[in-house]
């Protein structure tokens, strides 16, 4: 096989692994290889069992694994070997130092920044995956340049990824746009058509849309945030419906059928979770700041306050149901993961609830379809969720949700998984302590038919 182009992704996680593949798939004739650092990570790669849950996946991998889709540690050489190479490294909120809480830590960026820079020995295309605030590519650009030379040149682009968990494979297969920014320079543009061959493979031409650098770096964030504050823009309405007797679905239906509003993203929740939505929001925040643009910041930064408002509310009216205490009393947890379809917990709503309720001295019973229990025990025995002891004596993991709800106090449904919809709730309740009580944290339920059980029942965005 002499491919007629050689594609490493740098980053092998969420984002590296399915969108690649994707590459792969689609294209044959391009050898695509995803290398990490993470040992552990490329061997579970090459395994029969991936290290990302997303359905479709596998069948994707496992069609392209070995012919044209590699998975390697071996970083230097793929580097090296590639003509285009995508940067699909983590950039989570930074912990420490200067914008700590808000800022992107570029650690990861860089250092595989500076890896491409030390190693190349022949021109490349780089390709910068990963969210990044607005004008990461010139950082990029003063690293790779002080390394190129007569023989080695280095065009950048930015190439923003969409997909959301869950649906990976399905937005990757049929994405809305995929949005390449490049330099206009001659040289920019030569780049920016390579990358845009890989897409023709299977993507309309038309939407594969072009923009200058930074407005691609910062249509990303800007995506997310809008996304974002929909949701926190519904989940306060939520908060007026329940004191008032509206309800949530009915306004989100109403409204979301004018079309210059639209119907999608309007779900009332426990308040958004996942890698991306705070931690892009929290680097706009920064951004704005950073530019001198204070009420733009604090415009931005309502939309994360909102969201922690929201999982606080759940967490009162739960109490507050529960006769004004939870201390001792049983919670079953349905769903851990930050939305359905993903094995996913980072920044799930679950752990913030699930760390109230400890700190309320209640037991938690946690069922999730997908989430490991080694996860779980990892996000809840983090320093500033439980201490181990804590998390010992207070928390148990169910592989059923009959068994996880047995003598509790209550059903807390935090994860829209499908299958909550459609349990045997006569059987749940028979086994339960009186009265019953689940609090529907998606409005997935019918709360009607639990009603007629016997079940005390609380949905968010309803007053029932
Ligand atoms: P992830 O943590 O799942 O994966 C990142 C991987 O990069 C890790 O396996 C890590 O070991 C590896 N890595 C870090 N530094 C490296 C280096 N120098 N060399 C080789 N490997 C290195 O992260 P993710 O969820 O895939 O996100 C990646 C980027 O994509 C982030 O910037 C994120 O904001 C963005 N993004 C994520 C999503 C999503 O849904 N998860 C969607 C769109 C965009
Ligand atoms: C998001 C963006 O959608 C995606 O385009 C981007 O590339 C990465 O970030 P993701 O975080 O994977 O994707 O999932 P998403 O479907 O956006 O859900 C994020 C959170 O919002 C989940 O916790 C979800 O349950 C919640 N949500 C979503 C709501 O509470 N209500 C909604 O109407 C939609």
Redesign the pocket.
């Known amino acids: 096989f002499s491919p007629k182009l050689k594609i490493c992704c740098i980053g092998a996680g969420?984002?590296g692994g399915p969108s690649c593949a994707v590459i792969a798939y689609k294209c044959p004739d391009i050898q695509v290889t995803i290398v990490d650092i993470n040992e552990q990570r490329i061997k579970e790669w090459n395994s029969d069992n991936l290290p990302v849950y997303e359905p479709g996946l596998d069948e994707i991998v496992f069609a392209c694994r070995g012919k044209n889709l590699f998975f390697s540690s071996d970083v230097d050489f793929h580097i090296n070997e590639a003509d285009l190479i995508f940067v699909s490294v983590n950039t989570p909120t930074k912990k420490s130092g200067l914008g700590a809480g808000f800022a992107s830590d570029l650690a990861y960026l860089e250092s595989a920044t500076r890896r491409i820079a030390k190693v190349a020995t022949s021109s490349k295309i780089v390709i910068e995956k990963s969210?990044v605030p607005c004008k990461t590519a010139e950082s990029m650009r003063a690293i790779l340049d002080a390394n190129s030379n007569d023989l080695i040149r280095f065009d950048i682009l930015s190439n923003?990824?969409?997909?959301?968990?869950?649906?990976?494979i399905n937005?990757l297969l049929h994405p809305d746009r995929v949005l390449i920014g490049s330099l206009t320079t001659p040289e920019g543009i030569r780049a920016r058509s390579v990358l845009a061959s890989v897409y023709e493979h299977w993507v309309p031409k038309e939407k594969i849309i072009t923009a200058n650098l930074w407005s691609s770096e910062l249509s990303?964030l800007a995506?997310?945030a809008l996304?974002?504050q929909?949701?926190s823009s519904?989940?306060s309405l939520s908060a007026i419906c329940e004191a008032t007797g509206a309800d949530v679905d009915e306004v989100a239906f109403a409204c979301g059928l004018d079309s210059r509003i639209g119907p999608?993203?309007?779900?009332?929740?426990?308040?958004?979770?996942?890698?991306?939505?705070q931690k892009?929001i929290l680097n706009l925040v920064y951004l704005s700041e950073s530019l001198n643009l204070p009420e733009v910041a604090a415009y931005w930064n309502q939309v994360v306050i909102m969201n922690e408002y929201q999982k606080e509310r759940f967490t009162s009216r739960i109490i507050k149901s529960l006769f004004n205490t939870i201390t001792n009393k049983n919670l079953a947890i349905f769903g851990f993961a930050?939305?359905?379809n993903?094995g996913?917990t980072r920044?799930?709503?679950a752990i913030t609830l699930i760390k109230y309720f400890l700190r309320e001295n209640a037991n938690v019973r946690i069922y999730d379809p997908k989430v490991p229990k080694e996860q779980i025990v990892r996000d809840l025995t983090d320093p500033e969720v439980a201490s181990v002891e804590k998390f010992n004596q207070r928390v148990q993991m169910f592989d059923c949700p009959y068994e996880a709800a047995k003598g509790t106090d209550a059903i807390v449904i935090v994860?829209?998984w499908d299958e909550f919809k459609v349990l045997d709730y006569q059987k749940i309740y028979g086994e339960m302590n009186k009265p019953a009580f689940v609090f529907d944290g998606?409005s997935i339920v019918d709360y009607n038919v639990l009603k007629k059980i016997g079940f005390k029942v609380s949905v968010v965005g309803k007053a029932i």
């Not at 923003?160 to 990976?168: D, K, N, R, S, V």
């Not at 999608?264 to 939505?277: E, I, N, P, R």
Request: aromatic share 12%; charged share 30%; with cysteine.
């Open positions: 969420y984002v969210t923003p990824e969409f997909l959301a968990e869950g649906t990976a937005d990303k995506a997310n996304l974002a929909r949701i519904i989940n999608k993203f309007l779900k009332a929740s426990v308040g958004f979770g996942g890698s991306c939505f892009d930050f939305k359905k993903t996913d920044e799930s709503a994860t829209e998606r």
